[in-house]
């Protein structure tokens, strides 16, 4: 616990390096709020870290797009900082490389890289590039990896009736023994060990994720499950595993359910309602994670820039508000390593309810 509190501590103070991004999307004295909340949740080419004075501090990713003319390879830095104020390419930052590639700054591909034909259109080419989200992405997935692979390793070289662990060993052990006991096997009963490592993987995942998107430098930073796409896809693994695993007494509820015949035939009306609701379970897990971790954050940063919008004020608000707004951010910080936890917790006791649901037999209904 000596450890896990200085480790919080330090995790807390580094949070302040965040003003940093605030400072450099200020023009002309004011904050762009919208532009430092959205370069935080968006995805992006490049991994701003942070700022010092009129110098950026930034991690170049690669760039894998395909063209009309072939492949371009490169660089995040192959693209001018600031778009073109004049022609008729102005507002885009153009790649220092290739005439024809641009990266929009307005439009239907904001922040997305596009191909400019010769009559002003656009077109998004096939773009394969390792943006910020997929940098995250594989951080997140090495250090499940290894969450896993350690205690594996362990319990390989060790007897059941051996000492239990310690360390990160045995944290790792009661966390998976919590989960499994308190929510896979409840919802699932005898299937958990069936469905038991798909669900463990979505609650370690969730929750790395989580807990790597609230330290604010690299290899954190990156909203992970705050990206809708990223959500889209653990909630369309839930939806098929829910559905393929189904029993024929989970699928006669759905298209001849218990209820008066008038219900079901000749306008399907039960039926329909069935069916709609295996959409919006999986909906609402893609949503509510979504949800949840997007608005931590930009309220996080909403209360830092209050320190840069009260700047120019006279020394007593000005003064006073940083303090407030710093401690306001350092308690937000402290409830999101609670949300963190919740919601990877919240999205796997979902994912066990409506895989039981599935799995029901008649004898059991």
């Known amino acids: 616990m000596k450890y ?11 949070f302040l390096l965040v003003p940093g991004a605030a400072a450099s999307s200020s023009k002309g004295g004011e904050i762009d709020l ?12 490049e991994w701003h ?12 990713l690669p760039v894998f797009v395909k063209t009309s003319k072939g492949w371009y390879t490169g660089w995040a830095e192959d693209f001018a900082e600031e778009p073109l104020e004049e022609g008729p390419h102005a507002g885009y930052r153009p790649c220092k490389n290739n005439p024809n590639l641009f990266i929009a700054t307005k439009g239907n591909y904001e922040r997305r890289i596009v191909e400019l ?15 910020k989200t997929v940098c995250v992405l594989f951080i997140d997935a090495i250090i499940l990896l290894l969450c896993i692979l350690i205690p594996a390793r362990w319990c390989r070289r060790h007897k059941f009736t051996d000492k239990a662990p310690k360390g990160f060993t045995g944290l790792m052990h009661m966390m998976i023994m919590y989960v499994y006991d308190e929510v896979i096997k409840p919802a699932l009963g005898k ?7 798909y669900l463990l993987t979505c609650f370690f995942f969730i929750f790395i994720s989580n807990l790597m998107g609230i330290i604010p430098f690299p290899p954190g930073g990156g909203n992970l499950t705050g990206n809708i796409t990223v959500t889209f896809f653990l909630a369309v693994c839930t939806f098929l595993i829910t559905n393929f695993s189904g029993t024929k007494h989970y699928w006669k509820e759905i298209f001849w359910p218990e209820v008066p015949v008038w219900m079901k035939v000749p306008v399907p ?7 709609f609701g295996i959409f919006t379970k999986p909906f609402a897990l893609m ?6 971790m ?17 700047a120019t004020m006279s020394v007593v608000i000005s003064t006073s508000m940083t303090i407030v707004s710093v401690g306001m951010s350092i308690f937000m910080m402290l409830l999101e390593l609670l949300v963190c936890f919740i919601q990877a917790m919240v999205f796997t006791m979902l994912s066990a309810v409506f895989i039981s649901f599935a799995r029901v037999h008649e004898s059991e209904a």
Request: net charge negative; glycine share 4%; charged share 20%.
């Open 287 to 292: 949503v509510r994670l979504f949800a949840n």
């Open 191 to 197: 299937e958990a060990d069936r469905y038991a490592p």
């Open 117 to 131: 034909q010769e009559d002003g259109t656009e077109v998004r080419p096939i773009d394969l590039s390792i943006t």
């Open 34 to 45: 919208q532009e430092i909340l959205w370069g935080h949740i968006k995805d992006s080419y």
């Open 4 to 14: 896990l509190k200085h480790l919080i501590c330090m995790v807390m103070m580094l």
């Open 49 to 60: 870290v942070t700022s010092i004075g009129d110098k950026h501090i930034i991690i170049n």
């Open 269 to 275: 009306l039960m039926p329909f309602i069935e069916i």
């Open 294 to 310: 997007m608005a931590g954050h930009a309220i996080a940063l909403a209360l830092t820039c209050v320190i840069f919008i009260t």
